[in-house]
């Protein structure tokens, strides 16, 4: 299991997880200040270093959210393994995807078009639109955002200074 690193903005404000190649790369470029170390050391030739576990950079860089790729899998995801018309929590072999504005009609792929559902309501719907098939949405569709509170959950071994930059 391979242990993670805190990238921090100069703000503080917190970037993302680094591989340990990239922290190194930083810190002997002297683009990054160690905040906390792992127990754990690195070692080479003649030198050794605790390996750090929150970096900070010296200069500040706009970091954009980044959003998470458009697909099949990701949609699913993020609707919960649930049909988005009649509610029912579905198993794999049960999924398909619905566009909401079907593409006979110039429907696209796209996150605000694409929702996950049930196959007896995705043959009701057909390539009908909402209006037409008299059908409603539970949740509006939305680009997912890159959560970094669920990538912090998800990182094991977590550090006991993370919690300071993330919320439980």
């Known amino acids: 299991m391979e242990k993670k690193t805190l990238l921090l903005n100069n703000n503080y404000e917190t970037i993302g997880f680094i591989t340990f190649y990239r922290v190194i790369k930083l810190i002997f470029n002297n683009k990054v200040e160690v905040i906390s170390n792992w127990d754990d050391f690195l070692s080479w030739g003649n030198g050794n270093m605790k390996l750090p576990s929150i970096v900070r950079l010296k200069k500040y860089v706009n970091a954009r959210p980044r959003t998470v790729r458009f697909s099949r ?44 559902c049930c196959k007896p309501c995705n043959n009701k ?23 970094l509170n669920m990538e912090y959950k998800m990182a094991l071994p977590q550090h006991q200074d ?7």
């Open 125 to 147: 719907k057909s390539n009908k639109t909402l209006e037409e098939a008299k059908m409603n949405l539970i949740n509006k569709p939305f680009i997912p955002g890159r959560n």
């Open 73 to 116: 899998y990701n949609v699913i995801k993020r609707d919960s393994y649930t049909c988005q018309y009649c509610g029912t929590l579905l198993t794999s072999n049960k999924i398909t995807i619905d566009h909401i504005t079907p593409r006979a009609k110039g429907g696209i792929n796209s996150w605000e078009n694409c929702v996950c």
């Open 162 to 168: 993370w919690k300071f930059y993330f919320i439980k």
